[in-house]
């Protein structure tokens, strides 16, 4: 019989094509953008296992992924374009919504989950999966359920439901859990089995896939009751009642046909790729009756369910609210706050990676410059090399990530066991100290070399030691020839600091990020993080031009300042 | 930790190349158009032409003032959002063109002042020689000036493109699969993410030193 039903189901899909009313002229919104451009969008996340992600070669697979592709065979279908060029455009959880909202990508499908908050921004489909939020631990943790976390670190990936869940809960039991948001499902697990939180909180099928992804999976169980239930939808924009029809049309004909239930077995119960581990998932009730009824029901009722009829059409143009700012976050506070806890981590960041970078910039400086210490010179050469010539990026990394991995056994587990932002500024200064004191020793050493030999030979002549020679003669002399170029190394610390965004440190420009993902007002939070950067930057060019005029050496300059 | 294991890396190749291709487009795209932008502006902020000379300055201070991760989020996020608003709905996956306008004009800004700099060591005799000889104001600076200027920042300028070079790695926060984004998923993915940074740090290390040997050598033949 389901062999039967295979063969039939593609048949069936056409007729009940054919046989739909087309009204070929009346196309709007996106089926008609879909029609005149010849292509369409689809985001895809990249590691939402087993729901949209790269199997092997970067192909883009999974269960929301399938179910996406058969709403593609749909579109082409009914706009009648078999050679429709399909698009693949990767998102995560913290662009997924702007990505719709402003275009770039016409429909969604991996592991969202339809909520109020949400579907303010753009429109949701008929839900594709239902999942309770939990934790993957590791069996020996002694975690079995949310209220264990007390005083512990929880990661979770940002921009999620799960995040907000989590702070919420964190507030309002005052738990004083350490948090960490990770930038993808992928990075949270990485965290969670490095041994830099105890947990991970995600959805149920998730973390089932995530697991399947260890090296070994059983050493990781989930666990915990659901703290919520969540229902995932297809996202697309809002008041496209026409598009969002035709989406759940061929949705609600996979799952009462069989076919959506043929496509969970294939993810959830069945070897997938890119290792061919089975997650076990069987399916749950709240599943089955989904595909006996499909529908779009979220789990967060406080809202009114959109409907498409009685949306009030979006009015065309940005709505500027700088009230945003000074409204509250849904975890306390106004954003205005989230702004100024990025600009201190921001100020607090450069200025003591500035010293750390003074700190070893200098000797190294010296000894890039000195003419009869062949080895210190070469070693200082060397030093200068590498961190000149290795990406911030790639160094942030290899400090954050790898560091810890390759330190003896308790050292790195003594790190992984600190709080989460003493982690990432750890990385973040070391890295950022070390990559500045390669430029300032090349200034050093610059100034040094422009100093005339005479000067040194002069020191030595009237019975100065070396070390004498360069604390009261040469020393005093370069450091304030080498000032101008020192400013402008020091305010690109402040620029280069924003690169700790990507370990999650919570700097101004994440707080950009952060903003945008909460408010749905892109232009007030990067205009607001832009304008704080530029005052950054006036506020460090005004006090150095002060400290440059006051210690300026007549006669001696390295670059002429006009 | 235990034994490092760089077989995904060898099995990864074909990807470690598609994401090199990335890379290559967008640093050649910049370098090329930030130098013609970079070169106008520097010209620009020279210019007697008093409102040029301050939306030149301005230009300049402001891409130089804001860190480059602010920018190329800027140019995905939120450009194509006002464009969208002028010109209609953009299409598609912009990450990779929105990646090279926004390296390409943040990079002008820096090609700008290196370009200043080499246009005033040209001493001021020469433009009046080129006036007096009856040359206009622009031909003496194509043909004098800006020749002069290039040969003797050339050193600069290509130190630059270094640094362009390893700063194409941050296309990581709009989610581009550059070379190093690339050596990350793959790393992510295959559960070695130690063996590939280190891959990845070393690549980087290793073209970054040929090409600072190489400008160093520039260097020494331009001094002669």
């Known amino acids: 019989m389901p062999k039967l039903l295979r063969i039939l189901a593609p048949f069936a899909c056409l007729l009940v094509l054919l046989l739909a009313p087309r009204p070929v002229l009346a196309l709007e919104g996106t089926l008609r953008k879909i029609q005149e451009s010849g292509a369409i969008t689809l985001g895809h996340r990249e590691s939402s296992l087993p729901f949209s992600y790269y199997g092997d070669n970067q192909q883009v697979i999974g269960y929301s992924h399938t179910l996406m592709l058969r709403v593609v065979r749909a579109i082409k279908a009914q706009l009648a374009m078999p050679d429709l060029r399909v698009r693949l455009m990767p998102v995560n959880s913290s662009n997924r919504i702007t990505l719709v909202q402003n275009g770039t990508v016409d429909l969604e499908c991996g592991s969202t989950t339809n909520n109020a908050e949400r579907r303010k921004q753009v429109a949701f489909s008929n839900t594709i999966f239902i999942v309770g939020t939990r934790l993957l631990t590791h069996v020996s943790s002694g975690v079995k359920d949310f209220p264990d976390l007390a005083g512990k670190t929880v990661v979770t990936t940002a921009g999620t439901t799960s995040e907000r869940l989590l702070r919420r809960m964190n507030d309002d039991n005052r738990m004083s859990m350490s948090l960490i948001s990770a930038k993808d499902h992928g990075e949270s697990f990485m965290i969670l089995t490095t041994g830099r939180a105890v947990a991970f909180m995600m959805d149920d099928a998730l973390l089932f896939g995530e697991r399947a992804k260890a090296k070994n999976p059983r050493e990781w169980i989930v666990t915990g009751t659901p703290l919520s239930q969540e229902a995932y939808g297809c996202m697309m924009r809002k008041d496209d009642p026409a598009f969002r029809a035709l989406v759940n049309e061929t949705l609600a004909w996979l799952m009462t046909s069989g076919e959506a239930e043929r496509i969970y077995a294939q993810w959830f119960t069945s070897p997938i790729p890119p290792r061919g581990l089975n997650l076990h998932f069987p399916i749950s009730e709240a599943m089955k009756n989904l595909f006996r009824e499909p529908n779009d029901l979220s789990f967060d009722q406080d809202e009114p369910r959109q409907t498409a009829a009685t949306t009030p059409a979006r009015p065309t143009g940005y709505h500027w609210n700088w009230g945003i700012l000074t409204s509250a976050t849904p975890s306390g506070g106004t954003y205005l706050h989230w702004l100024i806890t990025g600009l201190f981590w921001t100020v607090l960041l450069s200025v003591s990676a500035w010293l750390l970078a003074l700190a070893l910039g200098i000797p190294l400086g010296i000894a890039r410059a000195s003419t009869h210490r062949l080895v210190w010179r070469n070693l200082a050469m060397a030093y200068v090399e590498l961190f000149r010539d290795i990406p911030l990026l790639v160094q942030l990394f290899l400090w954050y990530f790898v560091l810890p991995e390759l330190m003896p056994g308790p050292w790195g587990e003594a790190i992984k066991g600190w709080r989460p932002e003493a982690q990432q500024f750890l990385a973040a200064w070391l890295c950022l100290g070390m990559f500045t004191a390669a430029r300032v020793a090349e200034q050093v050493r610059a100034a040094l070399q422009a100093i005339p030999p005479g000067q040194k030979e002069a020191a030595l002549a009237l019975g100065l030691t070396s070390v004498q020679a360069y604390r009261w003669v040469l020393l005093p002399v370069a450091l304030r020839i080498t000032l101008p170029p020192l400013t402008s190394e020091f305010l690109n610390v402040f620029k280069n600091s924003s690169v700790a965004t990507t370990i999650g440190l919570l700097e101004l420009s994440r707080q950009a990020q952060q903003l945008v993902d909460y408010t749905a007002q892109p232009y007030e939070a990067f205009i607001a993080v832009t304008l704080l950067y530029l005052l950054i930057n006036l506020t460090v060019l005004f006090g150095m031009r002060r400290l440059e005029q006051g210690v300026r050496v007549p006669g001696l300059a390295l670059e002429g300042r006009e | ?224």
């Open chain 2, 1 to 224: 930790m235990i034994g490092l294991d760089f077989s995904s890396a060898l099995a990864a190749w074909p990807l470690l190349l598609e994401g090199a291709i990335v890379t290559a487009r967008i640093t050649l795209t910049a370098m090329l158009v930030g130098l013609v932008w970079g070169t106008v502006l520097a010209v620009a902020r020279l210019s007697p032409v008093r409102p040029l000379a301050w939306l030149a300055t301005l230009y300049i201070n402001l891409f130089r003032s804001v860190p480059l991760v602010m920018v190329i989020l800027w140019f995905f996020l939120i450009v194509p959002e006002v464009l969208h608003g002028l010109f209609g709905r953009a299409v598609g996956d912009i990450r990779l063109a929105s990646a090279m306008v926004a390296f390409a004009l943040f990079e002008a800004a820096y090609y700008a002042e290196i370009l200043r700099a080499g246009i005033l060591s040209v001493p001021h005799g020469q433009m009046e020689a080129g006036l007096a000889l009856g040359f206009t104001r622009g031909a003496t600076l194509r043909s004098i000036i800006l020749p002069q200027a290039f040969r003797n920042m050339l050193p600069l300028l290509l130190t630059q493109a270094v640094i362009l070079f390893q700063d194409t790695s941050l296309v990581y926060v709009i989610g581009l699969a550059d070379f190093f984004g690339m050596s990350y998923k793959i790393g992510d993915r295959d559960g070695r993410l130690t063996e590939m940074l280190i891959m990845a740090g070393a690549v980087y290390l290793c073209i970054g030193l040929l090409f600072s040997r190489l400008v160093a050598r520039l260097q020494k033949r331009f001094s002669k």
